[in-house]
């Protein structure tokens, strides 16, 4: 497909401005002299290329996304309608107090709804992202182990089956990260997690359920060993779908968490974002949330007060649903992922055999082993089919893993014909392995050179002149 | 695979050319750069920055990994070669050309392997 | 009523069982019973759709909607061509995860890098991120871009965005990094100070150009004294002014970031918005987020994928220089169409109305009876002018439908003029204002 700068012909384009009203005034000096380069296109052929530029793009009305860790529900319409009233989109932020009611209203109740649905008694709205929430969240940790003056609390306790953005986070935060091996059943390992804490604890961040689609049994020893050791327990929330409405990280033993928009409450992703990571704590860590100006907050972690539009987005589903949609959403969801299993695991070996929630783990080692066929090669076949694949390689404890999560929002027919598809890709792995080396066929481009992409960067156009 | 005598080699699969007691070209081993397969980037140090034995003085990433390389002595770098960061595919093509820093004013030096006993070791990692 | 789960109770039961569950309860056969809820959770229960647009609107219409702003100070009123609402809508973009698989994923990805290359057009640039959460986020990551070893002091000119400061500050107290802020004189960054400043263990200068006051900045001098001194200097620039205004490459800067709002997205009480970054070959790499480059597949086709993805946490873990993950891809593709849209010669001409209706506003204001209060320094859409009761100025033209300027401290207000801004809504604002100061 052709760049938009390679559509482009001098002179043509699309009017949108009336003419200048005014004298024409420019600053009188540092004036830039290298040529700007932007695409002329007249309006009909940005239209095309962006509509052809869509096609080529699998969203969760083009078909199954079964991305674990994703949690790719359907986005449903009306939010997207009520992001768009302008009553929202007109709005400055820098208004004053009084002419901004509604949108105050959008936040306070928003903030109610996840401090009930979390179990938390204060929320922020600010962080724009699921990381940006971890750090923030683990800005509150540390302010409060400062304000005390327990400045010896510098590590943070990861378990290795942690999602990247963990230990990014605690970096990020000044903490210095203590991993810890999981059991054999993919949870925290209790022994290894007492050898982990003491004095210098800051706290533990967890996932719950974890990387593995699990519910860790454990919780409540697990947290009151941090407590007990003087750390503060974080609580990650992409997986808070599988859970919401039947169990609480605040009645869990967690002391600050954040939650994803984009995930558990329906906004869409935007293929990469915005999305919104709202952080939410227990009362005595409140007066640190950033984005909300009380004496000894951290500060602000991005100017505002957070992506405002796809707060409204969280705040329709939540109405939409309801108290008794908010259970079934997370019920279904569980359920789903188990039908999948159950239906694929005596072919694809699961990583753990049991009950599982939202998602589940399968591990291709042996497959890989016996036929060379690797999970990826699995992945790429499924891209034949309308299907965008699991979650490759993740969680790193689990080798050629492939992590699915089917998410609420699709039918039984929807999982019954993936899980079709599933199988007659593991059938034609098993007879003709080398051919699964050479999926996709039907794709616009199939298997790209990263290698090469990576050693020598092309990272944008070059124009000629 | 290409283990030259001339070399001497770590556990942790570093290679190391003394040119004489005091400086030494340090790369990764033919075996290293199999095991990481394409490698696309190295991180290096600057001149002048110190080395210690045992510990990471530079990193080397594939697509999707990224490893530490450990340093077989400690000294100084006197020299970086910048090529590398023009040229990642050498590190596969060629590892023994590949040299990632030249150590000089070496104070210490890690238990090092000749190419005979560096075999064995990988043999019986095997 | 809308909870998006289509399968009937009665398919559900039929799963259950067919999974060899007696019902839900048994699905969650792990967690504590201590912990499961007892009891329904204290929100209202479900509304049909007709009931949550009753709710939400009517909220939106609690709100004032100004048809005439003149306020800016990091967000800004610009026309958005139609033509960008209807792209950016388009269900493929909105709804797709971050483009792991680059085989379906070949629009999304192509969108990013010519975004990529917009931004380094703009900024002068050779390489740029997929985007950040916006300006300030932008702003702070390129900070912590230039630390090392030897150097991490970071100063910032006291000619900043305050907002943009406070993030700098905050993500600074992650890192446990000392940031000095360098102080104004006459409205731009006070070079003396500056020079004072710039001691061995400084890593960069944050600057603003425009400044938070709208003053371009002496930039060229700026980049001489911190290069001079061994650190980096990071420009934040408004990227519409990138059409006429000497661009951070020209000045040698080592890393621009900005604001992206003013490219496409609506005012949106905030957010969400976009962090743009661009810097160097040298630095590219250092650079954080998500960054998408060209190769081809195993046809020998163009092929786009995610790219240089060893310095990301997922890959890094606890040494990745950022933790991003998601960004603003969406918000980038705004800026990319809306960019695509208004063409060369319409962006050049929007940069133009705007610095022309802002000086026009600036004159206008000043024989109201409010004159700027840095009359020589040059500016680009926004000035300061004087005002001894702001409360007041600012009261009339809001009971007339106009938002005004920004009070700021000292009895002053900053304002901005956008080609939104007509000359016949300029001259009344400007009447408004005689009438309270009786100018």
């Not at chain 1, 481009?445 to 290698?451: A, G, K, L, N, T």
């Not at chain 3, 009895?411 to 016949?424: D, F, P, Q, V, Y």
């Amino acid at each position: 497909m052709k760049l938009v700068f390679e559509r482009s012909r001098a002179g043509r384009g699309t009017q949108y401005l009336p003419e200048n009203d005014v004298p024409r005034r420019l600053p009188k000096a540092q004036l830039r002299e290298k040529k700007l380069h932007l695409a002329s296109l007249p309006e009909t052929e940005v239209d095309r290329h962006y509509t052809e530029l869509a096609k080529q793009t699998h969203g969760v009305n083009d078909g199954f996304y079964p991305l674990g860790s994703c949690t790719m529900k359907y986005n449903p319409q009306i939010n997207e309608e009520m992001a768009a009233l302008p009553g929202f989109t007109k709005i400055h932020p820098l208004q004053d107090a009084d002419t901004v009611e509604g949108c105050r209203e959008v936040c306070d109740t928003l903030e109610k709804y996840l401090c009930e649905i979390t179990g938390m008694d204060a929320v922020s709205l600010q962080p724009a992202a699921g990381a940006h929430g971890e750090f923030t969240g683990l800005l509150l940790i540390k302010a409060y182990h400062r304000e005390r003056g327990d400045v010896k609390r510098t590590k943070i306790i990861v378990p290795d089956s942690a999602h990247g953005t963990n230990p990014a986070s605690a970096a990020m935060a000044g903490f210095d990260v203590v991993s810890i091996a999981s059991d054999d059943q993919g949870c925290v390992d209790l022994e290894s997690l007492k050898a982990a804490v003491g004095e210098d604890t800051a706290g533990l961040m967890l996932t719950n359920p974890n990387t593995v689609g699990l519910f860790d049994p454990n919780i409540l020893e697990i947290t009151r060993i941090v407590h007990e050791a003087g750390g503060l327990c974080y609580y990650d929330g992409a997986n808070l779908n599988a859970v919401m409405g039947i169990a609480r990280p605040g009645d869990m033993g967690f002391d600050v968490i954040h939650v994803n928009l984009h995930k558990t409450f329906s906004t869409p992703h935007g293929g990469g974002g915005p999305g919104s990571g709202p952080s939410g704590c227990k009362a005595f860590l409140a007066k640190y949330l950033p984005g909300k100006g009380a004496e000894g907050s951290i500060g602000d972690v991005r100017s505002f007060g957070g992506n405002f539009l796809v707060a409204v987005k969280a705040l329709a589903y939540i109405l939409s649903i309801g108290r008794e949609g908010i259970p079934a959403a997370a019920e279904n969801a569980v359920l789903n992922a188990n039908y999948m299993k159950e239906k694929l695991k005596d072919i694809y070996p699961l990583a753990y055999d049991r009950t599982c929630m939202h998602e589940f783990v399968i591990c291709l080692e042996e497959l890989k082993h016996q036929t060379d066929v690797s999970a990826l090669d699995i992945a790429k076949a499924m891209l034949d089919h309308g299907i965008h694949p699991p979650t490759m390689y993740f969680p790193l404890i689990v080798h050629e893993a492939l992590m699915v999560e089917p998410t609420e929002t699709e039918t039984k027919e929807t999982l019954d014909e993936a899980v079709r598809i599933f199988r007659d890709i593991y059938d034609e792995a098993v007879k003709n392995p080398e051919a699964m080396h050479e999926k996709p066929l039907h794709t616009p481009v199939r298997r790209p050179d990263e290698v090469l992409a990576a050693r020598s960067p092309v990272i944008r156009y070059a124009f000629e002149d | 695979m290409n283990f030259p005598k001339e070399l001497k080699y770590t556990k942790t699969h570093e290679w190391i050319r003394f040119e004489d007691d005091n400086t030494a070209y340090i790369g990764i081993t033919d075996y290293a750069q199999d095991q990481l397969g394409d490698l696309v980037f190295a991180n290096l140090p600057e001149e002048g920055d110190e080395l210690t034995a045992g510990e990471a003085f530079a990193d080397v990433e594939s697509v999707k990994a990224v490893s530490d390389v450990l340093s077989p002595v400690s000294g100084t770098v006197s020299e970086v070669n910048e090529e590398l960061a023009d040229e990642p595919q050498k590190m596969n093509e060629a590892p023994y050309d590949a040299w990632f820093v030249k150590a000089a004013e070496i104070t210490e030096t890690e238990d090092l392997m000749t190419a005979e006993e560096y075999e064995a070791f990988i043999a019986e990692g095997r | 009523m809308g909870n998006y789960i289509p399968n009937t109770p009665a398919e559900q039961q039929e799963m259950l069982k067919e999974c060899g569950y007696s019902g839900f309860d048994d699905l969650y056969r792990d967690i504590p019973e201590s912990v499961l809820l007892k009891e329904p959770l204290d929100i209202p229960a479900a509304n049909s759709e007709l009931s949550v647009r009753r709710i939400i609107e009517d909220m939106a219409e609690k709100n004032v909607v100004y048809r005439h702003i003149f306020r800016g100070a990091g967000a800004y009123n610009h026309y958005i061509p139609a033509i960008v609402n209807t792209i950016a809508d388009k269900e493929e973009f909105r709804t797709a995860y971050t483009p792991y698989q680059a085989e379906i994923s070949q629009g999304v990805l192509q969108t990013i890098f010519e975004y990529q290359t917009d931004i380094c057009e703009l900024t002068g640039m050779d390489a740029s991120n997929a985007s950040v959460y916006d300006g300030a986020v932008a702003a702070a990551e390129a900070c912590e871009m230039c630390r090392d070893r030897k150097r991490s002091t970071i100063l910032v000119s006291g000619t900043v965005d305050p907002k943009t400061v406070s993030v700098v500050k905050t993500y600074s107290f992650g890192r446990d990094v000392k940031v000095i802020l360098v102080p104004e004189k006459d409205g731009v960054t006070d070079l003396a100070a500056l020079k004072e400043l710039l001691t061995p263990d400084v890593s960069c200068l944050l600057i603003q150009h425009p400044n938070y006051y709208g003053n371009l900045e002496p930039m060229e001098e700026a980049v001489e004294a911190v290069h001079a001194s061994g650190a980096k200097l990071i420009e934040s620039v408004n990227p519409v002014s990138m059409a006429v205004l000497k661009t951070p490459g020209e000045y040698g800067a080592d890393i621009a970031v900005g604001e992206g709002q003013p490219l496409g997205m609506p005012l949106s009480f905030g957010g969400p918005y976009l962090g743009f970054m661009a810097t160097g070959h040298k630095m590219m790499r250092k650079l954080p987020g998500r960054i998408v480059g060209q190769t081809v597949d195993c046809d020998g086709n163009r092929t786009f994928v995610l790219t240089l993805q060893a310095r990301e946490q997922h890959i890094r873990r606890e040494k990745a220089s950022s933790n991003i993950c998601s960004n603003e891809a969406l918000c980038a593709l705004r800026a990319a169409a809306y960019l695509a849209a208004m063409g060369p010669d319409g962006f050049y001409e929007t940069a133009v109305q705007c610095s022309s209706k802002a000086h026009y506003l600036q004159e206008k204001l000043a024989e109201a009876g409010l004159p700027p209060v840095w009359p020589d320094q040059e500016f680009f859409h926004e000035f300061v002018t004087a005002c001894p009761d702001p409360a007041k100025v600012l009261g009339a033209l809001a009971s007339e439908g106009i938002l005004g300027g920004l009070p700021l401290p000292g009895g002053r207000i900053l304002w901005c003029a956008t080609e939104m801004n007509t000359k016949e809504e300029m001259d009344r604002a400007a009447a408004i204002v005689k009438e309270v100061t009786g100018a």
